[in-house]
Structure formats: C-alpha cells, structure tokens
C-alpha cells in the first residue's frame, strides 16, 4: 500500500508531459508549459511556461520562457525569444533576436533578424526587415525589402529591394524593384514600378506611378509624378508623362473639363484663371474667329451709349515699349481710357489695369454715327448753298 502514492505521482507526471513532445534534444524539461513540441538540438531550451508552441531546428526558440503559440521552423530561428507570442517563422536565423515581439510573421532567411519588440510585422523573403528592431506593422515582401528599417511602422513594400533603406518612415508603399530604394526617413510616400521615386531619402507625401519615376530631388515634398521615366518638377506639383509625351487627353474623347488655377506654357506664357475671368501674360495669336456671346436674351437695362465722339476725341492713340520684354506696340493707356469710360477698365490683383478693347466697338460705332450725322448735315447745308446761287 506504501507504493500507491508513487504509482499516483508517476501517472500524474506522464500526463502532464504527456501534453508536450520533444525528439533529438537535450533532456530539460518543458517546466509548467503544454502542447509544446520541439524538434532538434536546444529547440525550446529554457522553457518553462509557454503554451502551444512549436519549434523544429537547433536553437529554435532556445530562451522562450512563456511565449506563446509560435511556431518556428529553420536553425536559429527565434533563438532569444523569451515572451514574444503567436510568432510565425521559418528560414535559417529568422526572427532571430526577437525577445517579445508578438505576432509577427518571417519566412526566409534571417527575416526579421533583429526583430526584439516589434510586433504585427510581416516578412516574406530573404533578409526583408532584417535590421527592424522596434518597427511594427510592416509588410514586406521580396529579397532584401525594408532591410535597413529599424523603427519605422506602417510600411508597405512588395518588389526585391524595394524601400531598401528606410529606417524610421512610416505609412510608406513602395510596389516594383527598388522602388523608394533609398529612403530613410521619408513618410507617406507611394511608388509603383521598378525604381519608381528610387532617388528619393527624406522627401514625404510624394506619389509615383510608372517605373523610373522621380521626384525632382532627394527631399521632394507632395509632388505626383506619373509616366514612365517622368521627373517631378517642384513641390507642391504635379508631372504627367516624360519629356517624350506630347499631348494630354482629358476623357477618351477629350470630352472631360480641365480644373485649375492658372496654365504655363513651354514658352512661359502664363495664363490665370479666376472666377470666370481668364488672362494671358503675353501674346495671343488666333487662327480661327473670335466669337463673344451677346445675346439680348442675357441682358437686361439695355440704354443706348448716345454721343460718344466728344469722349472718344479725349483719348490718343499711342505707341509705346513693353518694358519686360521691348517689343513695340500701338495701342491706348488704361488711364486715360479710365477718364472717360471706366466701364472698359479692369484691375487685377497686382493693381494694373487693363483695357476691354472690344468694349471700344460700340464706342467706336456711335461715334461714327454721329459723325456721319454730322457730315450728312454739312452736304445737305452745302447743297443747298450752291442752290440758293
């Protein structure tokens, strides 16, 4: 009956360890821990408490203590993981140092190596996030992808070497073959095609869709830059094909409105739009008629503009030098059209004025009138002169 005790202890023991596995490891126990199984030379080493582990290869897992439901397979893999739980990992040293960084996921070799806290990460192919430490919720996939990130979180990198260097940026997406390859510290960056903003370091909020897309310097800020081999021309801007594109359809049939503040031309020439009013910097030529709406129907207190040669004989013709670029002109000065008919004078934001030259028309039109009143008048007097001899 002194045996009874020692039978109950026995079963009582092989039950419990019952719940782990071990094979081709050392002889130390899994402590407190179940469901664990270890294959290979120190695969969970210094285990005592984890739950629902699984490491296959020597030193897999080799300090975890209360980590739970990883599952580990390659040599060397998680080896300093001590309280990092639900971990998935495979490849030779992958995962390597990770202490308590959690739900993470490498596969390839030395994935994730330096992983310690970092958490929610995942890398697929050989040393993507290889230097993360403290990063979390990256995702990168491909050879050497994100190798140089340390802090940085929320990335996205899908391509061999894509966001190669970052460190510390974050919400970064890089899609193709060294796309945003030399960023370090830029954040809310985008680039889809191989080597697409690859120039780029610290330069944030850019968008790039085409391979060999670049933004106009290493530190370029919120330029969107689209087409094959397009380069962004400053901040704050957005670039539409290569030097190579020469015409933009808006709509497939070109059917589609054009939003925007002001055009520039090849040639400089500025054109500013504003409200319902648009003005060029420089010469207009046009080839065609140009027709101005004047319906009587979009009218309203129409009145005759009367008399208007004594007004029209206060202006002067003038010629004169444009100072920005010296080219002569013959045309009238807003001043003095301003005297005498104000309505046909205009200020823009710099404070210079500008004439409504079709406005002269109608002026033009009575003043001929009167005076073809007046000569009729004077043929008449004349005629009558002769008459009267």
């Known amino acids: 009956m002194k045996k009874t005790p020692a039978i109950i202890a026995l079963v009582m023991l092989f039950n419990i360890n019952a719940q782990n596995f071990r094979t081709n490891g050392s002889d130390i126990g899994f402590g407190s821990g179940t469901y664990n199984t ?11 408490t984890g739950i629902g582990n699984t490491a296959s290869g020597i030193y897999t897992l080799y300090n975890n203590t209360s980590g739970n439901s990883n599952t580990t397979f ?15 990992v495979s490849g030779y040293y992958a995962l390597h140092t990770n202490s308590t960084g959690s739900h993470n996921t490498a596969i390839g070799r030395e994935a994730l190596y330096y992983n310690t806290i970092g958490y929610y990460n995942t890398a697929l192919g050989s040393y993507t996030l290889y230097y993360n430490s403290t990063g979390s919720n990256n995702t990168a996939v491909g050879n050497n992808v ?9 990335n996205n990198a899908l391509g061999s070497h894509a966001l190669h260097f970052n460190s510390t940026g974050t919400f970064n997406t890089a899609s193709g073959s060294y796309a945003l390859y030399n960023t370090t510290t830029g954040s ?30 290493d530190n370029a ?21 290569n030097s190579e594109v020469t015409a933009v359809y808006m709509g497939q049939n070109s059917s589609a409105t054009v939003y925007a503040a002001g055009l520039r031309t090849a040639s ?77 004078v205009s200020k823009d934001d710099n404070e210079m004025l500008a004439v409504n030259y079709q406005g002269l ?15 009729s008048r004077l043929e008449h007097l004349v005629k009558k002169l002769i008459e009267d001899k």
């Open 188 to 217: 809310l960056n985008t680039a889809f095609g191989g080597w697409s903003l690859g120039n780029n370091t610290t330069g944030s909020n850019n968008t790039a869709l085409g391979t060999y897309t670049q933004g106009s310097s």
């Open 74 to 88: 390659g040599s060397y893999s998680s080896t300093f993981n001590t309280t990092g739980s639900s971990n998935t």
């Open 268 to 344: 400089n020439t500025i054109l500013t739009l504003s409200g319902d009013d648009a003005t060029f910097a420089d010469d207009i030529t046009v080839n065609g008629d140009i027709v101005i709406s004047s319906d009587a129907r979009l009218k309203a207190n129409i009145v005759s503009l009367g008399a208007t040669l004594a007004k029209l004989l206060q202006i002067d013709g003038k010629t004169y030098t444009m100072k920005k670029n010296g080219k002569q002109k013959i045309g009238v000065l807003a001043q003095n059209i301003q005297k005498v008919f104000p309505e046909l």
């Open 38 to 48: 270890a294959t290979g030379n120190y695969s969970l080493n210094n285990h005592t």
């Open 221 to 241: 800020t919120n330029q969107t830059v689209i087409g094959y081999g397009a380069t962004g021309q400053s901040d704050n801007s957005v670039t539409l094909g």
């Open 146 to 154: 994100l190798k140089h990130n340390t802090s940085g979180d929320h």
């Open 361 to 375: 028309v109608p002026v033009l039109i009575n003043a001929i009138k009167e005076q073809n009143d007046k000569i």
